[in-house]
């Protein structure tokens, strides 16, 4: 009932004129620069804390940590970015709803800092505290301030990819820094300091929004397929009482010995699947979907399936090649020692550097530039090839006496960041020109839940790294990506004419 999604009238209010400083920021609107920024902060925070959590996770008590074993380390971590963006779904019809995009991300951006605030506490509860809130508030976040990234630009406007290409490049900045803090806190300071170290950032990004609002288009405060009063009433009654019943469920199966970190990511898992299998049914079911929009939901399910593959790829970057860099890399460059936790700086790094190179092509080509599907296709196979790339300097090695060379790792995060860029600013920009008006913010929650399955896929199969060998995990996880990004190149004919007009 909640996804149906009932609205005081067929027709939604008419939303905001786009603001008159459209080209104030690099050729594109001024809120692109509010927008970005509060992203640079967010990722800051976000990504400053998971270039860590993996390594938390598997600290000694004795060293502040929680003492888990790596597999189940890496497990726990990927369960958490599952919950993070299977909370997207409601983060997005909480704003087409209730809320509204402005306060959406605004409300969302106070419980990630609350949840920052909660991981400086140095008690194991304060952290399950913490990441429970952050993934409330992402889940808010999220997919609204992307939504609200497209509502700048008119559908039409061939600045838009190169616009979502500039707003990822100025993310990235955050995504740089962060693990660049974090990293080096939790080495020379305790895991707790880096933690709050986030959550500064995080209060910075918020800060930074408010003070721009007024370049944004939909930040008014009436959501804009608002439920009529009585729906919701039942519907804000509905989601506290659910709420506390699984709280107090959570609460009860804990205290009884049955929820455990094991069976908890099992069960993130089987959500992350029935999810988006159930959302994409409710949207091609829905009445307020027209035949049009619903024929190019089509191939959206291509490009969300070819998002899940690689981002599979994408999340171990801050798991299983941390924990291959902590235990069987350098962590050295000409003499200068780092944090194994720095190697994810070297993510954000060259996405920084190569998104406004892939923004600029994408300009200069104009309506020559790829179809959609063709870059999200090389993006992926990018991402497999970052993952062959490993099994070459792990061939012929056992155990953790060896030590590769920083470069392979920096090499592997090259290729990764490439098609970070093209998949995600692709998909995103898919996403707004592919999305029903009736579920706009929802669509983007729904590619977020690509990245919430691929996590969910990950949460199992992570549990094998250390149990096989590194040439055989990375090897064969590259190699399906790779085939996958194949089989959407061979699949851009149908894409092409099923996604007419859209580039």
Known sequence: MLLSGTTTDPVAPEDEPPPRDDHAFLGHPQGLLTLSGLEVWERFSFLGMQAILVLYFVSSLEEGGLGLAPGTAASLSAAYGTLVYLLSVAGGWLADRILGSYRAVLWGGVLIAAG????????????????????AGTG?????????????????????????ALYYMAINIGAFLGPLVTGWLGDHA???????????????????????????????HAAEFALAPGPMRRALRLMAAGAAVAAV????????????????????????????????A???????????????????VVLFLASVVFNFILFQAYSTMILLASTNADTSILGFTFPAGWYASALGAFEVALAPVVAAVWVRMGRDQPHASNKIAVGVILGGLSFLLMV??????????????????????????????????????????????????????????????????????????G??????????????????GLLVIAAAPWLRRTMHPVR
């Not at 008006?437 to 919430?452: G, I, R």
């Not at 149990?467 to 996958?484: C, D, H, K, L, M």
Request: hydrophobic residues 50%; without cysteine.
């Open 392 to 465: 070459l300097p792990t061939s012929g090695h056992g155990g953790a006496e060896y030590r590769m060379a920083a470069w392979w790792i920096v090499g592997s995060y090259l290729l990764l960041g490439l098609g970070d860029i093209l998949v995600e600013t692709s998909g995103l920009s898919a996403s707004t020109k592919l999305a029903p008006k009736a579920f706009a913010s929802q669509t983007l929650a729904l590619w977020f839940l690509s990245l919430a399955l691929a996590n969910g896929i990950q949460a199992q199969t992570v549990k094998l790294y």
């Open 190 to 220: 305790s895991w707790h300091t880096a933690f709050s170290a986030a959550a500064v950032g995080m209060t910075l990004g918020l800060v930074q929004y408010v003070a721009g609002r007024r370049h944004l288009a939909g930040r008014k």
């Open 249 to 280: 469920l959570a609460v009860a199966l804990s205290l009884a010995g049955w929820l455990t970190i094991g069976r908890f990511a099992d069960a993130l898992t089987v959500l992350s699947v029935v999810a988006p299998v159930v959302y994409f």
């Open 140 to 164: 808010l976040l999220k997919p609204n301030v992307s939504a609200m990234v497209g509502k700048l630009y008119r559908t039409e406007d061939e600045r838009r990819d190169a616009g979502f």
């Open 282 to 300: 409710v949207m091609f079911r829905s009445p307020r979907v027209s035949a049009e929009e619903r024929g190019r939901l089509r191939p959206y």
């Open 467 to 484: 149990r096989v060998s590194q040439p055989a995990y990375f090897g064969v996880n590259g190699a399906v990506a790779v085939v996958a």
């Open 116 to 135: 920052h605030y909660a991981m400086a506490v140095p008690t194991a509860a304060m952290t399950w505290a913490g990441l429970g809130l952050i993934s």
